[in-house]
């Protein structure tokens, strides 16, 4: 083949693949590195922001579990155990014998019982006011025993919410809870601090009761005395024959 038909075939060829290859990869392809470098920056730049908005959430998140943390009740309460010993202490003081904690009755016994002994008393009257100041101090010596035992009895259940509610306070959650149990100790105190109360009214009771005793079998005494030195002619001594 001479020069000049392989020439015209490679023409040829040349035009045949120029019309069989699609314009898009005829075209040629321009990279621009600024423009590369620019998106990277902004695809970079889109992708911190992105960060950022999981981090912001994860914060919220986590202040949203420290708030419900925070308003969590205490899963232990100590009310109705305490309110039981409560109770306990005030039916053992509502139980009180004769002359008990009311102003009316206490006026009453001091106006009758344990009022001085009156000369137009009968010797029966005097008696028996003194048998009455007498079993009532029994009486409140015993009540005083009955309320000190029930407040005896009330310390191994204040342990046992003593014990349990340190446990609830050391492993609290949240403020709610570390506040509750805090109210719950001073309320454990309070009732400790009423059975206290509680102990020396009814020690006092049963002090200040003797005491009256005493007092108005004095003041019986010497009416007693009187009677017994003024009556008639009062005692006279005489001769008396007891064997023929």
Do not use: C
């Not at 509680?198 to 003041?219: F, I, M, Y």
């Amino acid at each position: 083949m001479s020069r000049f038909s392989r020439l015209t075939a490679v023409g040829a060829v040349a035009l045949a693949v120029s019309f069989t290859v699609p314009p898009s990869l005829a075209q040629v392809v321009v990279f621009d590195p600024n423009n590369y470098a620019q998106n990277v920056l902004t695809a970079a730049r889109a992708l911190q922001q992105i960060n950022n908005q999981i981090t912001s959430l994860q914060n919220q998140a986590q202040v949203l579990i420290n708030q419900a943390k925070n308003l969590a009740n205490l899963p232990f309460s100590s009310l109705q155990q305490l309110q039981s010993s409560i109770q306990r202490t005030q039916q053992l003081l509502s139980q009180a014998q004769r002359i008990a904690y009311d102003v009316g009755q206490i006026n009453n016994a001091f106006s009758t019982t344990y009022a001085p002994a009156s000369t137009s008393a009968s010797s029966q009257t005097l008696i028996a006011n003194a048998q009455a100041r007498w079993q009532t101090s029994v009486a409140a010596l015993q009540d005083a025993l009955r309320v000190q035992a029930g407040v005896v009895a009330n310390l191994d259940t204040n342990r046992t919410q003593m014990s349990a509610l340190v446990t609830s306070s050391q492993s609290a959650t949240g403020a709610l809870q570390a506040t509750q149990a805090g109210n719950q100790l001073s309320a454990l105190l309070a009732q400790q601090l009423a059975d206290l109360t509680a102990t020396v009214a009814a020690q006092g009771r049963a002090q200040n009761l003797e005491a009256a005793q005493r007092t108005s079998a004095q003041d019986q005494g010497r009416e007693q005395l009187r009677r017994f030195l003024t009556q008639g002619a009062g005692y006279q001594p005489t001769t008396v024959q007891m064997f023929h």
